[in-house]
Structure formats: C-alpha cells, structure tokens
C-alpha cells in the first residue's frame, strides 16, 4: 500500500523566470530549484508522481519549425511530436535534477520519464475553438503577422498577446497501468508532461496524434483521480490565487471550499489561460474524492505543505 500519494503538477511557465530571456541555463536554474522542494517532499514522506506543462516551450518549438521551413528545406514539425519532443526535453531536465537533490538530502530512488499518451474526443468542441496559449508573449504587430500566416491569436488581459491552439479535454490515460505498477514498485514517475500526446483511435482501432495541446492540469486531475492520490498540488507562478487578481482590490485566498471555488469561477474571477484551468482542475479532483488540493509556486511548497501558505481546494458547500 501506498501512503501520501501526490500529483505535483509543474507549470511550463513556472520554469521559464524570464519570459523576455527564455534561455536553456534560466531553465535550467527553475527546475533545479523546484526539484529541490519536491526532494524535500520525498524527504518528508510522500510518494510523488510529477506532471509538468509545456505551453511556452511547446510553442518555441513551432516557431522555431516554421522558420526553418521558410530558410531550408526542412521538414514542419506536426504538433504531437512537438509536444512528444517537450516530454522527452522536460523530462530529462527534470529526472536528473530530481535524482541530484534526492542524493542531497541521502536518497537514492530511480526517477523515470514516460513518454504519456492521452486520448481524447475526435469531436472535441476545442478542435472548433482553440484556446490554449503556446509560446511567449507576442506584441500586437508579432500577433497580427503570425495571423497572416494562419495562426490564431489571443490577447490576454495586460498580460499581451500569445498563439492558440486546440486544447480537448483528457479522456484516457493510454499507459496508466505502466505508470501505477512503477510507483507501486516504488518509482519516482514524470508523467503527462505536457498534458500528454494527444491521440485519437480510427476507424480500425489504431492510435494516431492529433494536432493540439492538452491542458496539463486537467490531465493532471484525471492522474491524480485514476491513482487515488490524496494530493493534487499544482505548482505555478504565484504564492497564492487571489480575487481580483493584478487589481488594488487584490485579495490573496488561503482556502476554498467547492462552492466558493465554483461561484469565483461562474463570477469570471479566474483568466482563461491562467488560473482558470487549475481551479478548474482543483474543483474536478476534490469532487471526485480528492482530499484536497493546493495551488502554490515552487519555493513555497514546503510551507504549503503545512497550511503556512498557497490557496487549499476543500471539500464543502456544494461539494
């Protein structure tokens, strides 16, 4: 049996501190600083399986594609493998810097990244609608040209504009009896990064990619959901989430129940994009028999962990 069982879900805009200067070493400096809090978890006693999102690397790798294509006679790179390309690179980063701070702290666990796919509804209404952003910030000239060249665009409230695309919702985890027997055996996982490949089945059966970006969150849930984990803890950004975010009625939140969480998010509380999905994937993951969620950044989990901090999802209200 396993005890304390938690899905910490990394944001991929989490590992980039500087979004003007989104440089490999940066990176690298945000994941060894967030690998150190979760081996202080592993330290303290819960078992951790990892997720992480990919959203601006994802989209570094689709412009970096299209203008080779446009210079070279380089081949495109469709959006599966290039999400497929992040969990390989995230990954890596991830299970070596994880692997040095658990020997830090007197550890030896083997951590190990699977390649996730994720299935999905072929009539997805998000195939019609795409609202994922991907890659950095764009100014509004940046986002009018990409247009041109049939991106889709979108701007986000003060923050400026970013490229979308389709983001359907998780239906099937398609290795999940691969991850459950390695942490039963006591593993250290890095799973769904990125949300996971999405894939449809054909007509015959058979597996195959399809163009999108699963929200890392939502799979996240589902992850934590199919394991009975008895944490979800998402890792992004900020401290806490607050009401009326980047506002002077600034009201950072210590707990929600079910209700309160719902009502702030019918009330538009939480941006499209940004929170919204993880509140979202919060309220999914206690409604479903979760314990309880927690939404943090990275250098503050360890106080999260002990109610000193971040926003608590909780049963109650309508829950």
């Given at each position: 049996?396993?005890?304390k ?65 446009r210079?070279?006679n ?17 990954g ?83 290795e999940?009896?691969a ?15 990125g ?10 059966g058979?597996?195959?990619?399809v163009s999108a ?12 959901q ?8 998402i ?30 998010l ?54």
């Open positions: 049996m396993i005890d069982l938690v899905v910490v879900a990394i944001g991929g805009n989490s590992l980039i501190p500087d979004p003007a200067k989104p440089d490999t070493e940066s990176q690298w400096g945000a994941v060894r600083e967030t690998c150190r809090h979760i081996a202080d978890m592993i330290h303290a006693g819960w078992q951790v399986v990892i997720t992480h999102g990919n959203g601006p690397q994802v989209g570094y790798i689709m412009n970096r594609a299209e203008i080779a294509t210079v070279s380089l081949h495109g790179v469709p959006l599966d493998l290039a999400v497929a390309d992040t969990q390989g690179s995230i890596y980063m991830l299970q070596q810097a994880l692997a040095n701070s658990l020997r830090r702290v007197g550890m030896n666990h083997t951590v190990a990244t699977i390649i996730t796919q994720i299935r999905v509804d072929p009539d997805d209404p998000a195939f019609a609608n795409p609202d994922k952003p991907v890659g950095g910030y764009l100014t509004e000239a940046a986002a009018l040209a990409g247009r041109l060249e049939g991106w889709r665009v979108k701007k986000e409230t003060g923050r400026g504009w970013r490229r979308v695309v389709a983001s359907p919702k998780p239906v099937v985890i398609n999940i009896n991850i459950q027997a390695l942490v039963l055996a006591g593993y250290i996982v890095i799973v769904c990064g949300g996971g490949v999405p894939v449809v089945r054909d007509e015959v058979s597996l195959r990619g970006v699963i929200d890392k969150d939502r799979a996240s849930s589902l992850l934590a199919t394991l009975r984990a008895d944490l979800l803890l890792s992004t950004g900020v401290e806490k989430v607050c009401l009326n975010f980047n506002t002077p009625q600034q009201q950072p939140l210590d707990e929600l129940t079910l209700l309160q969480a719902r009502t702030y019918a009330e538009g509380q939480f941006p499209d994009g940004s929170m919204y999905p993880k509140i979202e994937a919060a309220i999914d993951f206690v409604h479903n028999g979760g314990p309880r969620a927690i939404i943090t950044d990275p250098p503050n989990i360890t106080r999260a962990l002990h109610y000193e901090t971040g926003t608590r999802i909780v049963p109650g209200g309508s829950g």
